[in-house]
């Protein structure tokens, strides 16, 4: 089996085609074409560009697009570059990402209703709490002896007049 640089270069010369042909047809730089003619993969930033110019290439030059691509990915299965895609910081992954990852799956449209339900349930059972113990208190238990006392001789029938009180 040829490879797909070699699929692409037979296409084009059995048509007739440049490659300034090609790339005017596809909107794809001349320079792209030819990397891709040469089989020369690195030329590309990501596997996704190679894809992309590949289908169009095969689907301008009548080729079994479905057959070609199967072609490509098995060659770029074997070049260590491409077997993964890239990290778009560069950076590795760390427990942050995972979990913003996971907040990103969520359909918010369910979640924030349910959380606010929830939150409202709590303030409600909080406030429920708050409120059984203020009344169980009794308000008096805490007050200490009232400001008049009796005195201790006696009678109790006449409240004392107060000593600093102007005398008429």
């Known amino acids: 089996m040829s490879t797909v640089a070699e699929q692409l270069r037979r296409a084009r010369e059995e048509r007739k085609l440049t490659v300034h042909q090609i790339a005017e047809l596809t909107n794809i730089k001349t320079e792209h074409i030819r990397a891709l003619e040469e089989g020369n993969y690195h030329a590309f930033a990501a596997p996704v560009y190679i894809r992309g110019f590949v289908r169009s290439c095969a689907k301008i030059l ?13 060659e770029l299965s074997k070049i260590e570059k491409f077997r993964e895609p890239p990290s778009l910081t560069g950076e590795r992954r760390g427990p942050l990402d995972f979990v913003m990852y996971q907040l990103s799956k969520l359909n918010w449209r369910v979640v924030l209703p349910v959380l606010g339900v929830a939150l409202l349930v709590g303030i409600g059972i909080l406030a429920y709490r708050i409120w059984s113990q203020s009344v169980s208190v009794d308000p008096l238990a805490k007050l200490g002896p009232g400001l008049y006392q009796p005195p201790p001789n006696g009678g109790g029938e006449y409240l004392p007049l107060p000593t600093n009180a102007p005398k008429k």
């Not at 009548?62 to 098995?74: I, S």
């Open 62 to 74: 009548k080729l079994d697009t479905a057959q070609v691509m199967a072609t490509l990915d098995a």
